[in-house]
């Protein structure tokens, strides 16, 4: 895709966030439903949003680490519900790495025919770990994944496995009898699901890849993933600092602005070296990342940017709050919201402190 | 062939900067370098660097070519800086390079370029800079030393504080009030000292480790020629404050950061293997090796903007904080790691030109020499606060 028609993508992604999308109409925990959450999600899939982010050998026409991380800013400052990062960018990643027998799934993701999400260890600190199980004896297998976005709406799960000690990937259906779902709303809005497995079948699970390259291929897919948070998140900072210094400006305490005093200064101040800080630095991780194995190479540096992230993302989002006094722990202003999608970006994987451990022990 | 520095591609580049830069440095400059526990390293050791840069035409790579530097883009310039700073090459000091050749070349008369700038680049002049004032720190508009206008001079009488190697330089450059009015806009001008004039007294101030690197300058009925104003008379605000705006490159606090990190690192894992301090600072190495990482990509970026970026001044405000509370963040690691260490007077220890032993707990000798003098870096150049103002009221407008 030359810079024209990227462009012209991101003016309609521009125009579709400011005219058609309300963070209110939108939020599950509001009178929203999950149709039309989907039905946005296949509407924006229409609009090439999907393609835009996989690379022209798996049929997209985009897929650079900018064109992940320039959407997700997006979606962070308009505080999107979506279940795009699940599944366009975490099984999305999944399926283009596996290529062959992931292919015709694929095809149908990027199409926003079918939504998938992946379920990785039952452990709630880890990503990269492999739910441990013997295909040819399954027994009573029972794994309770506990909370996982959108895992209530998606038509197939991607189960991460380690059968018999190697890596696996198995396609089943989300609609599986020992599939269970339990469907819970989001405090981000969202929709999530708890997810037991119990009495998995070998005859209802496919094997679309096994060996040696799967635990690349879920690297990747977790470090895209990261991209994606991370560039969420400053969206959402960016949203935050705007709003709190407009507000700053017209809110009168004493008789003048409340802008006009030092201490709210060098707060807004310290938001501003976060939200910069954290922007230049995915700007410039991700202009260096265009292939999968540059995200590999990538790992330690992205890692640390969702540490830095997260650290500044606390910042910015308690300080916004303390600026807008009372008024921001209401549920009708979005900067709460932006909060509360800001703790669960700080969570995915773990949280902050499994991704330092991360960093010491396997990015060393 | 030789290899056009300006043109060539930018790993060709560094590996060229890289060989010439190990090829020149003795040990002991290395030791100054990596000795250094301020802005400022061993006197001695930084002038015997700036002249083999000099002879080798690159003591001031930012300088255009027709000025004597190497006319490099800011790209360039940052790899120049990476590469110098990776070996523990001394640092050169700002004041004649960084902050007085660029107000010359934009303000100063064709006579002041021609004579000045090269005596800079040579070292044969070492300039210090006379803006804060003991009654005008923060508030440098304040400022009260006068220049009185008497026929083709001017009578100075005040007196600057906080000058920085004074006591080495033999030039001054200064911020002199010559009109009665208010405003610091239109009654403040630019003035270069010879230090040697009849009524100039530098006195030494020792800093808390023992060591001089500020001085008090006294003026007292000082004659200076006129010739010697940079800029108009009264507009000389402008010609001090313009630096910030028109320094290109920028900043790059990251180069010294990402070297002292990496050192830090070194120590704590070589030096104190399976050290319970050690293994606590794991984590906050890593928090600030990701500040670091972010600060590397905003002063890459900050560089490679375009010079009209009206908001390049404030930015250096923001590069400015960051880079030195970065600094001290590193300052308390490097402390804590020393554990009862630190106790010692550093003397000869940090000295890079000493010969004879040195033992094993002198590693990382700078340590807590550093962290004193560095508490002073979020004071000059305008404190932590003022550097926080100027964020909130030019980039956030409030």
């Known amino acids: 895709m030359n810079s024209e028609e990227r462009d012209l993508l991101f003016e309609s992604v521009n125009k579709y966030l400011t005219h058609s999308y309300n963070y209110f109409d939108f939020r599950l925990d509001g009178r929203a439903s999950s149709e039309s959450v989907m039905k946005m999600y296949k509407e924006t899939c229409d609009l090439g949003w999907s393609a835009f982010l996989f690379s022209e050998e798996v049929g997209g026409f985009g897929g650079a680490a900018v064109d992940i991380a320039d959407l997700f800013h997006k979606f962070g400052s308009h505080r999107v519900v979506t279940p795009y990062l699940e599944s366009q960018i975490t099984a999305g990643a999944i399926l283009s790495g596996i290529g062959g027998k992931g292919s015709a799934v694929l095809g149908e993701l990027m199409a926003g025919n079918i939504t998938l999400c992946v379920l990785g260890s039952s452990d709630r600190y880890s990503d990269s770990g492999a739910i441990v199980l013997d295909l040819d004896n399954l027994g009573d297998l029972v794994c309770d994944y506990g909370a996982v976005p959108w895992a209530p709406v998606v038509d197939k799960l991607l189960l991460f496995a380690s059968n018999k000690g190697e890596n696996t990937l198995l396609l089943v259906d989300r609609q599986s009898s020992f599939v269970s779902v339990e469907r819970r709303i989001g405090v981000d809005g969202s929709l999530v699901g708890r997810v037991t497995i119990n009495g998995l079948r070998r005859e209802s699970c496919e094997i679309l890849a096994e060996g040696s390259a799967v635990s690349d291929i879920v690297k990747i897919a977790s470090l895209k993933t990261s991209i994606a948070l991370c560039a969420e998140a400053v969206g959402a900072m960016e949203s935050l600092l705007r709003q709190t210094v407009e507000y700053t400006k017209t809110r009168k305490q004493f008789g003048q602005p409340i802008s006009s005093f030092q201490v709210l200064q060098h707060m807004m101040a310290n938001m501003f070296i976060a939200q910069t800080t954290s922007s230049e630095m995915l700007k410039g991780i991700a202009s260096e990342i265009s292939t999968d194995s540059d995200y590999l190479a990538y790992e330690r540096e992205i890692m640390l940017l969702k540490h830095k992230i997260n650290k500044e993302s606390k910042l910015v989002r308690h300080s916004a709050v303390q600026c807008h006094g009372g008024i921001a722990t209401t549920d009708e202003l979005m900067i709460g919201h932006y909060l509360k999608r800001l703790v669960v970006i700080d969570n995915y994987f773990g949280g902050p402190h499994v991704d330092m451990n991360r960093i010491n022990r396997e990015a060393a | ?398």
């Open chain 2, 1 to 398: 062939m030789k290899i056009d520095l300006s043109t060539c591609d930018l790993s060709t580049f560094r590996a060229q900067i890289e060989s010439f830069v190990s090829g020149n440095l003795s040990s002991s400059l290395q030791q100054a370098g990596r000795l250094s526990t301020s802005v400022f390293c061993d006197f001695r050791a930084m002038m015997e660097w700036q002249k083999i840069l000099h002879s080798n035409g690159m003591a001031a790579p930012s300088w255009p070519i027709e000025f004597g530097g190497c006319g490099w883009d800011p790209e360039r310039i940052l790899v120049f800086r990476e590469v110098c700073a990776s070996l523990d090459a001394p640092q050169l000091t700002s004041m004649g390079i960084q902050m007085l050749g660029p107000i010359l070349m934009s303000y100063g008369t064709d006579a002041q370029k021609s004579e000045l700038l090269p005596r800079i680049l040579s070292g044969e002049d070492f300039w210090c800079q006379g803006y804060s004032e003991p009654s005008a720190g923060s508030d440098l508009g304040s400022l009260s030393t006068k220049a009185e206008r008497k026929g083709d001079f001017y009578v100075v009488n005040g007196s600057k504080i906080w000058t920085s190697l004074a006591h080495h330089s033999n030039k001054i450059f200064c911020l002199v009030r010559t009109a009665k009015e208010r405003s610091p806009k239109n009654s403040i001008s630019f003035l270069l000292i010879d230090l040697d004039t009849p009524g100039v007294e530098v006195r030494p101030i020792v800093s808390l480790d023992g060591a001089v690197e500020q001085c008090e300058v006294f003026f007292t009925d000082v004659k200076v020629p006129v010739q010697n104003i940079v800029g108009e008379e009264n507009d000389g605000w402008k010609v001090a404050l313009s630096l910030l705006e028109h320094e290109r490159g920028g900043a790059s606090y990251y180069v010294g950061l990402q070297r002292k990190l990496e050192l830090i690192k070194e120590f704590s894992e070589s030096y104190l293997v399976g050290n319970i301090v050690a293994e606590r600072c794991k984590d906050e190495l890593l928090d600030i090796e990701a500040d670091v990482l972010s600060l590397t990509y905003l002063e890459r970026g900050i560089a490679k903007s375009s010079e009209g970026d009206s908001r390049i001044g404030a930015l250096s405000s923001l590069t400015k904080l960051i880079g030195t509370e970065l600094g001290q963040k590193l300052d308390e690691i490097s402390l804590s790691l020393r554990g009862r260490d630190v106790l010692v007077v550093m003397e000869h220890e940090l000295d890079p030109y000493y010969i004879g032993e040195r033992l094993e707990c002198d590693k990382d000798a700078a340590a807590f020499n550093s962290y004193i003098n560095n508490r002073a870096s979020t004071i000059y150049g305008g404190t932590a606060e003022i550097q926080r103002n100027i964020i909130a009221k030019k980039i956030l407008m409030l």
